[in-house]
């Protein structure tokens, strides 16, 4: 290529040769890298000292000393950052940013950071060319880009940054310090002194070059990217986030930012330290002492009732935000329920952990994931949203204050209460719904009316983790709707006794459940339980005992956090339980009585209001020893129970099941344990505890009722469905009532519940005795007795299977039998125990405080001694 070609003095064939583009380049001139050629004589223009071309063709000479430039030195000698606010660009890989239009208000950004990022680097890049197309105008339209400009003119030449700018308004760059090449349009320029005979490749040139690019790709970083080694303070200097906004980083086109009023849980993994400091400095920045509150792992345990109480009262919470930092989730497990809740209770979780099944049941827009690598780059998601961020890394110490746990304030008692209807036109009567209610009234005098009133008023006016609904009804239908409402935990129909054991075992189970709660120091977290109960003197027909744990529900339920709101067709008097129970309510709600007299007697007043007429929808309600009010309710309207249906308030939507107690553990996490080298029953401080049945062919569960005797019946069917194919055993159920929904079907050769198992046992034993003397193949059987106690001693059941207790190893036969302790004196059992059969005794400990007037103490659950090797043995829970 002769020198008249190469400045463009000539014929122009050379410069767009078609030479390989790994070979075509020359190589680094050094100094006069950035000469390039500008018209006749010949004439260059050193863009190392900046260039700024004003007139007529400005940017048809700029494109061709780009093109000049591109054409014969290699993007690792030369890249371009091209501004332009048309969309005509040369093609060339040393482009490594382009910005068009909108885009140019990144300008700024872009190249300050280039700035810091080229002053800390040991080896000079290549250089850089910052094109600007009509500056003058991008400059008035992008506050702040004259000054970064300046900022270049001043430093740029050590960093190997260079400015070519045009412009066609001089006046408007004139205080920039680089050389000015002025175009009179018609052939002629000045630089500086001297007048020159213009000189510029043709767009038809330009184009030959380009398009010598068209397979090749060179690797050129683009100035969008976030600088390496990005820091909290330059981060800061571009983006003035708004108040509450946590800014962490920079995108490939915006920001990473967040607000903890929004979004609750920050789950860090990777090279999590200089990721987690930048958190925690922002958090200090933007709360500051007064309004953040940083608990570590080691105090979690101290702040529990602290956190807990904000969750029974979210609305009302006060205080500073709670920031818990952990590195391990297992011990965020008992307060599971409240991370839901996150922003709504200002408590949020920064987890450097694995994929804990406890955050990856967190509602995945309510957290931010992180996966760091050093120096600072990271992967993140917020629900669908994921993308690369470069986070800003601070490097200060240390993190900043935050605040101290010991002026946190304790949030206040809330009120809990729902409308019942209105006296005259305005005045809201209310229930509180901490105490207890007798609705009473006759058929069709609006009895579940009343209680569908209730129920949406609470849905309406309180979050599920406030106010949580247990509803049950003998007439099935009439209040199923109320299962849709969000604070709804469970909803049974009572028209078959399974049912009514189940709402009998439910309440049960939640007052054990908040008797844990109390012992640990956790009850102020949870919700007020609203039991809403229509018909339960039916429960009480069919389970005697039913009317004893409603009774220990009004005794304990102030302490407890539990309310029960009884709606019956008659008073109280005539069965001792209900008597009791009627008396020991004092909210009453009189619906539509018949007569004064019998008005007076559900308001428990003597002299009783006058009723001058019966109106459907009128009522007086009393509490305490107050004087009866007169107030009208509404049946709730289809568009007000659909809109309290629908109420969303933060990250959780529904109430939780009714659960067990904190620090219970489930079957699968025994599973996890490892194995028993048996049936599995529960775990102990060393690990899975079991009986080895191949050894010991029987196993005898004793307690007294509710201390978890079919809880341990139901783990070891789990272990022998696990354990064992349906072509290697069969199981028979006795007493099935607890057990029939525990194992496949295929495994169950027969079943009862309350009927005389006679005919199945009869069955059984002409099996068994087929089996004795001879070399029998075939599956072993398991025998299942629930509450042995239960069996006369005409249908007991073992007592019929007495004669081939002998021969049980012989003939494959197992028993796991469950009653009292009182059990063991009868002779069918003591020949178990002659041979050899372990016992679990099961913890008849009672709850304190739970023994009241003439109702016996709440037996304590979940615990047990196998014997004869005195191993405690806690039980899993397995509902």
Request: with cysteine.
């Amino acid at each position: 290529m002769n020198d008249d070609a190469r400045w463009g003095c000539g014929p122009m064939d050379g410069c767009a040769s078609t030479l390989d583009p790994h070979t075509r380049w020359l190589a680094d001139p050094g100094p006069d890298l950035l000469r390039v050629p500008v018209g006749h004589g010949p004439v260059s223009a050193d863009l190392a000292g900046h260039l700024v071309i004003s007139g007529p063709g400005g940017t048809a000479l700029s494109r061709s000393a780009q093109a000049w430039l591109a054409d014969n030195y290699s993007p690792d000698s030369v890249q371009f950052f091209v501004a332009s606010p048309g969309h005509e660009l040369i093609a060339a890989p040393h482009v490594g940013t382009a910005l068009l239009g909108p885009d140019l208000t990144r300008a700024v950004r872009a190249i300050d950071d280039e700035l810091w990022r080229r002053s800390r680097l040991s080896e000079p890049d290549p250089a850089l060319v910052l094109v600007f197309e009509e500056a003058d105008a991008t400059v008035a339209a992008v506050p702040g880009l004259l000054d970064v400009l300046h900022r270049v003119a001043r430093e740029g030449a050590p960093l190997r940054m260079h400015l070519l700018l045009t412009t066609t308004d001089p006046a408007s760059l004139s205080t920039l310090p680089a050389q000015r090449l002025s175009l009179d349009g018609r052939g002629r320029g000045v630089l500086g002194a001297a007048e020159f005979e213009v000189a510029a490749l043709s767009p038809e040139q330009i184009a030959e070059i380009s398009y010598s690019f068209l397979h090749y790709w060179h690797p050129v970083r683009s100035l969008l990217d976030p600088p390496d080694g990005l820091t909290y303070e330059r981060l800061l200097v571009h983006e003035q986030p708004a108040n509450g906004e946590i800014l962490l980083g920079v995108t490939q086109s915006t920001t990473l930012k967040f607000d903890f009023g929004t979004l609750s849980h920050v789950i860090l993994r990777g090279a999590v330290e200089q990721v987690r400091h930048t958190l925690l400095r922002r958090i200090a920045d933007v709360y500051g002492p007064a309004g953040a509150v940083l608990v570590g792992a080691d105090e979690l345990d101290r702040v529990k009732p602290i956190l807990l109480a904000r969750l029974r009262n979210r609305t009302s919470w006060q205080g500073p935000e709670l920031f818990l930092v952990v590195e391990d989730a297992d011990r965020l497990l008992e307060l599971a329920d409240l991370l839901r809740h996150g922003s709504s209770i200002g408590v949020h979780v920064i987890a450097s952990t694995g994929d804990h099944p406890l955050l990856r049941e967190l509602p995945e827009d309510d957290r931010l994931e992180l996966r760091a690598n050093p120096g600072g780059r990271a992967e993140y998601r917020v629900g669908s949203n994921r993308g690369q961020a470069q986070i800003a890394l601070d490097v200060t110490e240390p993190v900043g204050e935050l605040g101290s746990l010991r002026d946190l304030p304790r949030p206040p008692a809330r009120e809990l209460t729902a409308v019942l209807g209105r006296t005259g036109i305005a005045d809201a009567v209310r229930l509180d719904v901490t105490t207890h209610t007798w609705c009473a009234g006759y058929v069709g005098s609006g009895k579940t009316t009343v209680l569908r009133r209730i129920a949406v008023s609470l849905a309406t006016r309180y979050p599920p983790e406030t106010v949580q609904l247990l509803v049950a009804e003998y007439d099935a239908g009439s209040l199923a709707g109320l299962a849709a409402l969000p604070n709804t935990a469970a909803y049974l129909s009572l028209g078959e006794v399974p049912d009514m054991r189940r709402f009998q075992a439910l309440l049960d189970d939640e007052l054990r459940r908040r008797l844990r709660l109390e012992a640990d120091g956790l009850l102020a977290g949870a919700p007020q339980l609203v039991v809403l109960a229509d018909g339960p003197r039916f429960v009480h027909a069919a389970l005697p005992a039913f009317g004893k744990t409603l009774r220990q529900v009004v005794a304990l339920g102030k302490r407890l956090g539990m309310s029960l709101v009884v709606t019956d067709r008659f008073d109280g008097s005539g069965e001792p339980d209900f008597a009791a129970l009627e008396q020991a309510i004092t909210t009453r709600i009189a619906l539509q009585a018949l007569s004064e007299e019998q008005l007076a007697r559900y308001l428990h007043v003597s002299t009783p209001p006058r009723m001058a007429y019966t109106i459907y929808g009128q009522a007086y309600l009393r509490v305490g020893e107050g004087e009866p009010r007169l107030f009208r309710f509404q049946p709730v309207s289809p568009d007000e129970f659909a809109e309290a249906a629908s109420r969303v308030r933060g990250p959780a939507v529904r109430a939780l099941p009714l659960s067990p107690p904190p620090g219970v553990f489930g079957y699968d996490e025994l599973e996890r344990q490892g194995d028993c080298a048996g049936l599995p029953l529960g775990t102990s401080g060393s690990g899975p505890v079991g009986v080895d049945i191949e050894q010991h062919q029987h196993l005898l569960v004793l307690g007294e009722p509710r201390t978890g005797r079919s809880t341990v019946l139901r783990t070891l069917l789990r272990g022998i469905a696990r354990r064992y194919t349906a072509s290697d055993c069969l199981v028979v159920l006795l007493r099935d009532l607890e057990t029939r929904d525990v194992l496949p079907a295929e495994y169950v050769a027969g079943s009862t519940c309350f009927e005389d198992p006679g005919e199945v046992v009869t069955d059984l034993l002409g099996g068994l005795r087929r089996r004795i003397g001879n070399a029998w193949s075939g599956p072993r059987l398991f025998v299942v007795i629930d509450d042995l106690d239960r069996y006369s001693a005409q249908e007991d059941p073992l007592a019929a299977m007495r004669e081939v207790l002998p021969h049980a190893r012989e003939v494959g036969l197992h028993l796991l039998v469950a009653g009292s302790g009182g059990i063991v004196m009868r002779p069918e059992v003591a020949d178990l125990m002659d041979l050899g059969a372990p016992r679990l005794f099961l913890d008849e400990a009672p709850h304190p405080g739970t023994a009241v007037g003439e109702l016996p103490p709440i037996p304590a659950v979940g615990r047990g001694e196998l014997l004869p090797w005195k191993q405690p043995v806690r039980l899993p829970w397995t509902r």
